[in-house]
């Protein structure tokens, strides 16, 4: 944690806690510095008068900063005794003659004795060596306590010096500010002490005060508004959780922290810090690791070895205490308090210094009062640390406690992947182990689509990793594999039928991979094997039997640990097993199986894949028999890139079949109003059909609109040209005359509408939708010379006064509209010239165009083109191509003005 930087000592005093006696300030947020952290700050909440203890200069001894080294030195691995030699004073005032007993004030010097006794197997102690009765002839009881024990120790000539200690007593109620004690302590564990009247707080307060001299700061608590337990800090060093601070003092089990009546054991992160006890007391856990059990012993029993224990957090690497505490030894006043403060505690080192500890509490919503009642966790409750590192209380009774650290965070993450076809019907499934345990079946479905998730089971937080593929044992099934934190993995074969058969143990000692991944056949035998990625990024290849069984490995790579993700990739370019990798900076790479054991060389698939959560592959997603890769995000959201069998991505996959029986195909924007793009065919018959789309690059049942369409020569989609319903339709009949069908967007056509008489003479119409930039659908008419011209729609079903946008139009074969497909928020145009040529113009938003670019060649193999939106679900614009052959493909674009791999939303 973090320390305060002070260029002067600070006098503090512990103050009265007992009601009524004295009301605290308002609490201020001071910025805490750790000079040896940089310049991180935690807001720390520290009124002046709490600030009771600061380390001071002496003659010879180094100021601002607490003993060096501990307390108990030590020499040839002994620890040393600390006896400390006491002068103790009792003093009169200029103004109160009255004098503190000098027994009385004896006996609360040996209470701390005996307190420091019992935390140090009898090694530290204080011993009243001199005894004196002053007359001060300066002091008053006006005077702040640092003014009036520097009046005193001036009268007396006393100095530091090791292992000597001065305390001195006035007669005063309380000291200034109400507080019950002040102290100053420098290196060689000497320090003086300033201590009002006797009171039921004495014995405890000097305590306290001798806890400073030996080195230690106080007992914090973390308080949060939000109530987290645990919280991170910044690389600007302020805790994540903005309501988050540290509350001096708020450890009320601990001697360090608020005083009170009792005398708390003071807790381990000082005890070990200050090297207390027999160094046998906490146990080092080291970097916690998977999930371990442990017993606690009461922490006041100071007389046992090994009752705490302590851990690092594998991921934060911030360490942490855990300590039973019930009424027993000094601790004993648990007996009649709060039930809350009777638990494990869970405790680090550090807070508002170095030398401070911090309490972390099941709630951390600030505490009314002086002193929480909630300090310790119970039986059923578990501790997270901000890292993800799990602390379960298991059970607590008055002489043990049995915890459970789970630091394997993978248990409790979900992880989703695919076995291939698990509930049998032909399709391959997603499957997800929830972060509860639960396994949840999300089958595939017709359309490119996923379902909706059936739950299979409970239970599966045991497993660390759980992958499928496909088949493991031979029967045709799809099968899963999972292992467990200690390295044990299970086989779980399934039925067929979205269930399993008995599970079959592998075998022991898989915990030396970070990663288990499915390569599919990488030895060329037919048979699927298993891989393992080391620390050290070597892969182990585990030839599959095809029964069940991996038993050989050999080394199959080296390097993988660059990576992170890897996922199956078998059959992305064929019938060869291989992985998909992808690096920090989000490039994604393939790796091809060669047959035989190992890979090919790698194939660069790209960038821009860092911000994606799980990679899914291994299976086809969309039912054209290609290997795809399925990857999700930390939100849920699913996309899924289709393969070539060619080790790259599908710039275009088909999306329907025999659609060479109509006559013309085109977009009809969102007829049905759900929010996904369809699209319009028109057989030679004249029969207009709407095929919906699914808002996975598919379509739902088609819908017969109405019949009678053979009569018009051009029929389009206009956008909502008449301001209200749906996209409208406009058609031009044999005679010129143009006429509107508005639709109520839902699928329904209203009776055509009158809009232009003698337009025989243009060969070509569209609607780019708006292309002035006013909000209004507009036309676009191509004339017999080549000139193509704009009429700008009037927003209620009208057309305005046509303008030429220019020649050389009849260089095309096909125009269409292409939506905004630049991503600026303008619609554009593509023009496909005769030799298979097709270019964007772009639309500048104001009825003209921007330079144009060309997309590509040979798109003459396609009957036509038509812009379709969204239709994959994407966030990307789309346009279909049907071929003669009657096949529908799906382009996808990549809203810069372009193509790219074709993608689709399975949800």
Same mark, same amino acid.
């Given at each position: 944690?973090?320390?305060?930087?002070?260029?002067?000592?600070?006098?503090?005093?512990?103050?009265?806690?007992?009601?009524?006696?004295?009301?605290?300030?308002?609490?201020?947020?001071?910025?805490?510095?750790?000079?040896?952290?940089?310049?991180?700050?935690?807001?720390?909440?520290?009124?002046?008068?709490?600030?009771?203890?600061?380390?001071?200069?002496?003659?010879?001894?180094?100021?601002?900063?607490?003993?060096?080294?501990?307390?108990?030195?030590?020499?040839?691995?002994?620890?040393?005794?600390?006896?400390?030699?006491?002068?103790?004073?009792?003093?009169?005032?200029?103004?109160?003659?009255?004098?503190?007993?000098?027994?009385?004030?004896?006996?609360?010097?040996?209470?701390?004795?005996?307190?420091?006794?019992?935390?140090?197997?009898?090694?530290?102690?204080?011993?009243?060596?001199?005894?004196?009765?002053?007359?001060?002839?300066?002091?008053?009881?006006?005077?702040?306590?640092?003014?009036?024990?520097?009046?005193?120790?001036?009268?007396?000539?006393?100095?530091?010096?090791?292992?000597?200690?001065?305390?001195?007593?006035? =007669?005063?109620?309380?000291?200034? $500010?109400? /507080?019950?004690?002040?102290?100053?302590?420098?290196?060689?564990? *000497?320090?003086?002490?300033?201590?009002?009247?006797?009171?039921?707080?004495?014995?405890?307060?000097?305590?306290?005060?001798?806890?400073?001299?030996?080195?230690?700061?106080?007992?914090?608590?973390?308080?949060? *508004?939000?109530?987290?337990?645990?919280?991170?800090?910044?690389?600007?060093?302020?805790?994540?959780?903005?309501?988050?601070?540290?509350?001096?003092?708020?450890?009320?089990?601990?001697?360090?922290?608020?005083?009170?009546?009792?005398?708390?054991?003071?807790?381990?992160?000082?005890?070990?810090?200050?090297?207390?006890?027999?160094?046998?007391?906490?146990?080092?856990?080291?970097?916690?690791?998977?999930?371990?059990?442990?017993?606690?012993?009461?922490?006041?029993?100071?007389?046992?070895?090994?009752?705490?224990?302590?851990?690092?957090?594998?991921?934060?690497?911030?360490?942490?205490?855990?300590?039973?505490?019930?009424?027993?030894?000094?601790?004993?006043?648990?007996?009649?308090?709060?039930?809350?403060?009777?638990?494990?505690?869970?405790?680090?080192?550090?807070?508002?210094?170095?030398?401070?500890?911090?309490?972390?509490?099941?709630?951390?919503?600030?505490?009314?009062?002086?002193?929480?009642?909630?300090?310790?966790?119970?039986? $059923?409750?578990?501790?997270?640390?901000?890292?993800?590192?799990?602390?379960?209380?298991?059970?607590?009774?008055?002489?043990?406690?049995?915890?459970?650290?789970?630091?394997?965070?993978?248990?409790?993450?979900?992880?989703?992947?695919?076995?291939?076809?698990?509930?049998?019907?032909?399709?391959?499934?997603?499957?997800?182990?929830?972060?509860?345990?639960?396994?949840?079946?999300?089958?595939?479905?017709?359309?490119?689509?996923?379902?909706?998730?059936?739950?299979?089971?409970?239970?599966?937080?045991?497993?660390?990793?759980?992958?499928?593929?496909?088949?493991?044992?031979?029967?045709?099934?799809?099968?899963?594999?999972?292992?467990?934190?200690?390295?044990?993995?299970?086989?779980?074969?399934?039925?067929?039928?979205?269930?399993?058969?008995?599970?079959?143990?592998?075998?022991?000692?898989?915990?030396?991979?970070?990663?288990?991944?499915?390569?599919?056949?990488?030895?060329?035998?037919?048979?699927?094997?298993?891989?393992?990625?080391?620390?050290?990024?070597?892969?182990?290849?585990?030839?599959?039997?095809?029964?069940?069984? !991996?038993?050989?490995?050999?080394?199959?790579?080296? #390097?993988?640990?660059?990576?992170?993700?890897?996922?199956?990739?078998?059959?992305?370019?064929?019938?060869?097993?291989?992985?998909?990798?992808?690096?920090?900076?989000?490039?994604?790479?393939?790796?091809?199986?060669?047959?035989?054991?190992?890979?090919? /060389?790698?194939?660069?698939?790209?960038?821009?894949?860092?911000?994606?959560?799980?990679?899914? $592959?291994?299976?086809?997603?969309?039912?054209?028999?290609?290997?795809?890769?399925?990857?999700?995000?930390?939100?849920?959201?699913?996309?899924?890139?289709?393969?070539?069998?060619?080790?790259?991505?599908?710039?275009?996959?088909?999306?329907?079949?025999?659609?060479?029986?109509?006559?013309?195909?085109?977009?009809?924007?969102?007829?049905?109003?759900?929010?996904? =793009?369809?699209?319009? /065919?028109?057989?030679?018959?004249?029969?207009?059909?709407?095929?919906?789309?699914?808002?996975?690059?598919?379509?739902?049942?088609?819908?017969?609109?109405?019949?009678?369409?053979?009569?018009?020569?051009?029929?389009?989609?206009?956008?909502?040209?008449?301001?209200?319903?749906?996209?409208?339709?406009?058609?031009?009949? /044999?005679?010129?005359?143009?006429?509107?069908?508005?639709?109520?967007?839902?699928?329904?056509? !209203? =009776?055509?509408?009158?809009?232009?008489?003698?337009?025989?003479?243009?060969?070509?119409?569209?609607?780019?939708?708006?292309?002035?930039?006013?909000?209004?659908?507009?036309?676009?008419?191509?004339?017999?010379?080549?000139?193509?011209?704009?009429?700008?729609?009037?927003?209620?079903?009208?057309?305005?006064?046509?303008?030429?946008?220019?020649?050389?139009?009849?260089?095309?074969?096909?125009?269409?509209?292409?939506?905004?497909?630049?991503?600026?928020?303008?619609?554009?145009?593509?023009?496909?010239?005769?030799?298979?040529?097709?270019?964007?113009?772009?639309?500048?938003?104001?009825?003209?165009?921007?330079?144009?670019?060309?997309?590509? *060649?040979?798109?003459?193999?396609?009957?036509?083109?038509?812009?379709?939106?969204?239709?994959? #679900?994407?966030?990307?614009?789309?346009?279909?191509?049907?071929?003669?052959?009657?096949?529908?493909?799906?382009?996808?674009?990549?809203?810069?003005?372009? !193509?790219?791999?074709?993608?689709?939303?399975?949800?």
């Amino acid at each position: 944690m973090r320390s305060f930087s002070r260029s002067i000592a600070s006098v503090t005093g512990l103050l009265v806690l007992a009601a009524g006696l004295v009301s605290l300030p308002a609490a201020a947020s001071v910025a805490a510095t750790d000079p040896a952290a940089g310049s991180t700050t935690l807001p720390v909440e520290s009124p002046a008068e709490q600030e009771h203890h600061g380390y001071e200069s002496a003659p010879g001894v180094p100021t601002d900063g607490p003993p060096a080294g501990l307390a108990l030195q030590t020499e040839a691995g002994v620890t040393a005794p600390v006896p400390i030699t006491v002068k103790l004073v009792v003093a009169t005032l200029v103004d109160n003659k009255s004098v503190v007993p000098m027994a009385q004030a004896e006996t609360a010097v040996t209470a701390s004795s005996n307190y420091w006794k019992a935390m140090s197997a009898g090694r530290i102690s204080m011993t009243v060596t001199e005894r004196a009765t002053w007359d001060s002839k300066t002091a008053r009881s006006t005077d702040s306590y640092y003014d009036m024990i520097n009046k005193i120790t001036s009268e007396l000539k006393w100095t530091y010096s090791a292992n000597k200690a001065l305390v001195i007593f006035v =007669p005063s109620a309380t000291l200034s $500010g109400g /507080a019950l004690g002040a102290g100053y302590s420098s290196n060689g564990n *000497s320090g003086r002490v300033l201590m009002p009247k006797i009171s039921g707080f004495t014995s405890s307060v000097i305590a306290h005060e001798f806890g400073h001299v030996l080195g230690s700061m106080h007992a914090d608590a973390l308080q949060c *508004s939000s109530g987290v337990s645990d919280v991170g800090v910044t690389s600007t060093g302020q805790f994540t959780d903005s309501s988050c601070y540290i509350r001096e003092y708020g450890d009320s089990t601990d001697l360090m922290g608020l005083s009170s009546y009792s005398m708390p054991v003071i807790s381990s992160p000082f005890w070990e810090a200050r090297g207390l006890g027999n160094g046998t007391d906490v146990r080092d856990l080291g970097v916690a690791s998977g999930v371990k059990s442990y017993t606690l012993k009461p922490w006041g029993d100071t007389k046992l070895a090994y009752r705490a224990v302590k851990f690092t957090d594998p991921v934060s690497r911030e360490v942490y205490y855990l300590e039973l505490r019930q009424p027993v030894g000094y601790d004993a006043y648990l007996a009649s308090g709060p039930a809350g403060n009777r638990g494990v505690k869970v405790v680090q080192r550090g807070g508002a210094t170095p030398s401070s500890s911090l309490d972390l509490m099941p709630s951390t919503v600030p505490f009314s009062g002086y002193y929480a009642t909630n300090h310790t966790w119970q039986a $059923g409750q578990t501790f997270v640390t901000h890292a993800g590192t799990r602390v379960t209380i298991k059970s607590v009774t008055s002489t043990s406690a049995t915890v459970t650290i789970d630091a394997d965070p993978a248990l409790h993450t979900k992880i989703q992947f695919s076995a291939g076809d698990f509930n049998g019907d032909g399709r391959a499934d997603v499957m997800s182990r929830e972060a509860d345990g639960s396994l949840l079946l999300l089958p595939g479905l017709a359309g490119n689509k996923i379902g909706p998730a059936a739950r299979l089971g409970g239970g599966w937080n045991i497993f660390n990793t759980v992958i499928g593929d496909a088949d493991y044992t031979g029967d045709g099934h799809a099968d899963v594999l999972g292992r467990t934190s200690d390295g044990v993995l299970w086989l779980y074969p399934g039925n067929g039928q979205s269930g399993f058969l008995p599970r079959i143990r592998i075998g022991a000692g898989w915990q030396i991979f970070e990663r288990i991944v499915a390569p599919g056949d990488l030895t060329g035998d037919g048979k699927r094997d298993l891989a393992g990625i080391k620390p050290n990024g070597t892969l182990w290849l585990y030839p599959g039997t095809g029964a069940g069984g !991996f038993p050989t490995t050999k080394q199959a790579g080296s #390097g993988w640990n660059t990576f992170t993700a890897v996922a199956p990739a078998s059959g992305f370019d064929g019938n060869r097993g291989g992985l998909v990798a992808r690096t920090k900076d989000g490039t994604l790479y393939f790796y091809p199986g060669n047959a035989i054991g190992g890979f090919l /060389a790698p194939t660069r698939l790209g960038g821009g894949w860092a911000s994606f959560k799980d990679l899914i $592959g291994g299976n086809d997603f969309n039912g054209d028999a290609k290997t795809d890769l399925l990857v999700t995000t930390s939100a849920g959201s699913m996309t899924v890139y289709p393969g070539n069998e060619t080790g790259r991505f599908a710039t275009r996959i088909p999306v329907g079949t025999g659609w060479d029986k109509f006559r013309q195909v085109w977009e009809a924007g969102d007829a049905t109003g759900d929010g996904i =793009p369809d699209v319009f /065919a028109l057989t030679t018959q004249g029969t207009l059909w709407l095929h919906p789309g699914n808002g996975s690059g598919s379509f739902q049942p088609a819908r017969q609109l109405n019949s009678g369409w053979q009569t018009y020569d051009q029929i389009f989609t206009a956008g909502n040209f008449d301001g209200a319903g749906g996209p409208d339709l406009i058609a031009r009949a /044999a005679d010129g005359v143009l006429w509107t069908y508005p639709t109520d967007g839902k699928g329904k056509l !209203f =009776p055509r509408k009158l809009l232009a008489t003698s337009l025989k003479e243009f060969t070509r119409f569209l609607s780019p939708g708006d292309f002035t930039g006013d909000g209004r659908s507009d036309l676009l008419a191509q004339s017999a010379d080549g000139r193509l011209w704009l009429y700008p729609g009037n927003g209620t079903g009208g057309l305005q006064a046509a303008r030429s946008l220019g020649l050389g139009w009849n260089a095309f074969n096909q125009i269409a509209a292409a939506g905004d497909f630049t991503g600026d928020g303008k619609n554009d145009i593509m023009a496909r010239t005769t030799d298979g040529v097709l270019w964007l113009y772009p639309g500048n938003g104001t009825g003209g165009f921007l330079p144009r670019t060309q997309l590509g *060649s040979a798109w003459n193999m396609y009957k036509a083109i038509a812009n379709v939106g969204r239709l994959a #679900g994407t966030s990307s614009p789309g346009m279909i191509a049907l071929a003669p052959d009657g096949l529908l493909w799906l382009y996808s674009g990549n809203s810069r003005g372009n !193509f790219q791999a074709s993608t689709l939303n399975p949800r």
